[in-house]
């Protein structure tokens, strides 16, 4: 049975997993859905709804860190955890308060300005999808911008917030990679490999996975330009480019 990392295009939680994977060198195949109409199949298969999902040789694993966990231990050179006991802490708890704080801060960032650009999202999720299919996406957006606005916290109280954590986190990153260029001890680890994916919508980095579109909109390339000086986009462009092959 192969290896099928089920996913939407882009999106930052789904690259956690796509970069562990070809990080570790292990072949595998892609199911990509759009968001929405991912739903059922999702559901059917772990009994929710959240990607990305693994399925590892007929094993199923939801939710980026699990998938990790399971890599590290099926394949474990090379490492993303720190060897040592006190490092390997430290990543993991990194990984996990970003996971519940600074991937959904950064999305809502986003999603303010994309979910006025109908076409450009529906085009970027559906960019591997025949047009018909595209179309049909693009046609029903406008009827599920309210949900999409609520699923990912679109809300004016929220978007504060929201963009305070966005920029407590670039700001914890760039103090603490000073020294050695990484966020635990001296080398790449889980911890990096996570705080770049949750900053890479606001980077745009010059990987195929998530390299924006072009053109992209004017509303959205404000959001880049509001965070482009800071260190932490500039440390996030350089894990992609050192890590991410
Ligand atoms: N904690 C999860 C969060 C993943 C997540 O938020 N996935 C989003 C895409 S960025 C998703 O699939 N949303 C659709 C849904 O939950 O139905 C993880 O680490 O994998």
Redesign the pocket.
């Known amino acids: 049975m192969a290896v099928v990392l089920h996913q939407?295009l882009f999106?930052?939680?789904?690259d956690k997993a796509r970069w562990a994977l070809q990080f570790k060198g292990v072949e595998y195949e892609r199911e990509t859905y759009l968001?929405g109409p991912h739903?059922p199949a999702i559901r059917k298969l772990t009994g929710q709804?959240?990607?990305?999902v693994l399925d590892w040789h007929g094993s199923v694993i939801a939710?980026?860190?699990n998938i990790i966990a399971h890599l590290e231990e099926a394949v474990p050179a090379p490492a993303l955890y720190p060897r040592d006991d006190e490092q390997r802490s430290t990543a993991l708890a990194l990984q996990q308060r970003f996971?519940a704080e600074v991937?959904p801060a950064t999305?809502t960032v986003l999603f303010e300005a994309l979910v006025e650009e109908g076409g450009y999202m529906t085009g970027m999720f559906g960019a591997d999808k025949p047009l018909l299919q595209r179309l049909g996406y693009r046609a029903l957006f406008p009827f599920a911008r309210g949900m999409i606005r609520k699923g990912n916290d679109v809300t004016p109280e929220s978007i504060t917030a929201r963009k305070q954590v966005t920029l407590d986190a670039l700001d914890e990153v760039a103090r603490a990679t000073e020294a050695t260029g990484y966020l635990v001890g001296d080398a790449f680890s889980v911890a990096d490999l996570t705080a770049a994916c949750f900053f890479a919508p606001l980077a745009n980095p010059a990987h195929p996975d998530m390299a924006r579109p072009e053109p992209v909109p004017e509303s959205v390339q404000a959001i880049l330009a509001r965070y482009s000086d800071h260190p932490a986009i500039a440390w996030t462009n350089r894990m992609y480019a050192l890590h991410r092959s």
């Open positions: 939407f999106s930052h939680f789904n968001p739903m709804t959240s990607t990305p939710g980026s860190a996971d991937g999305r």
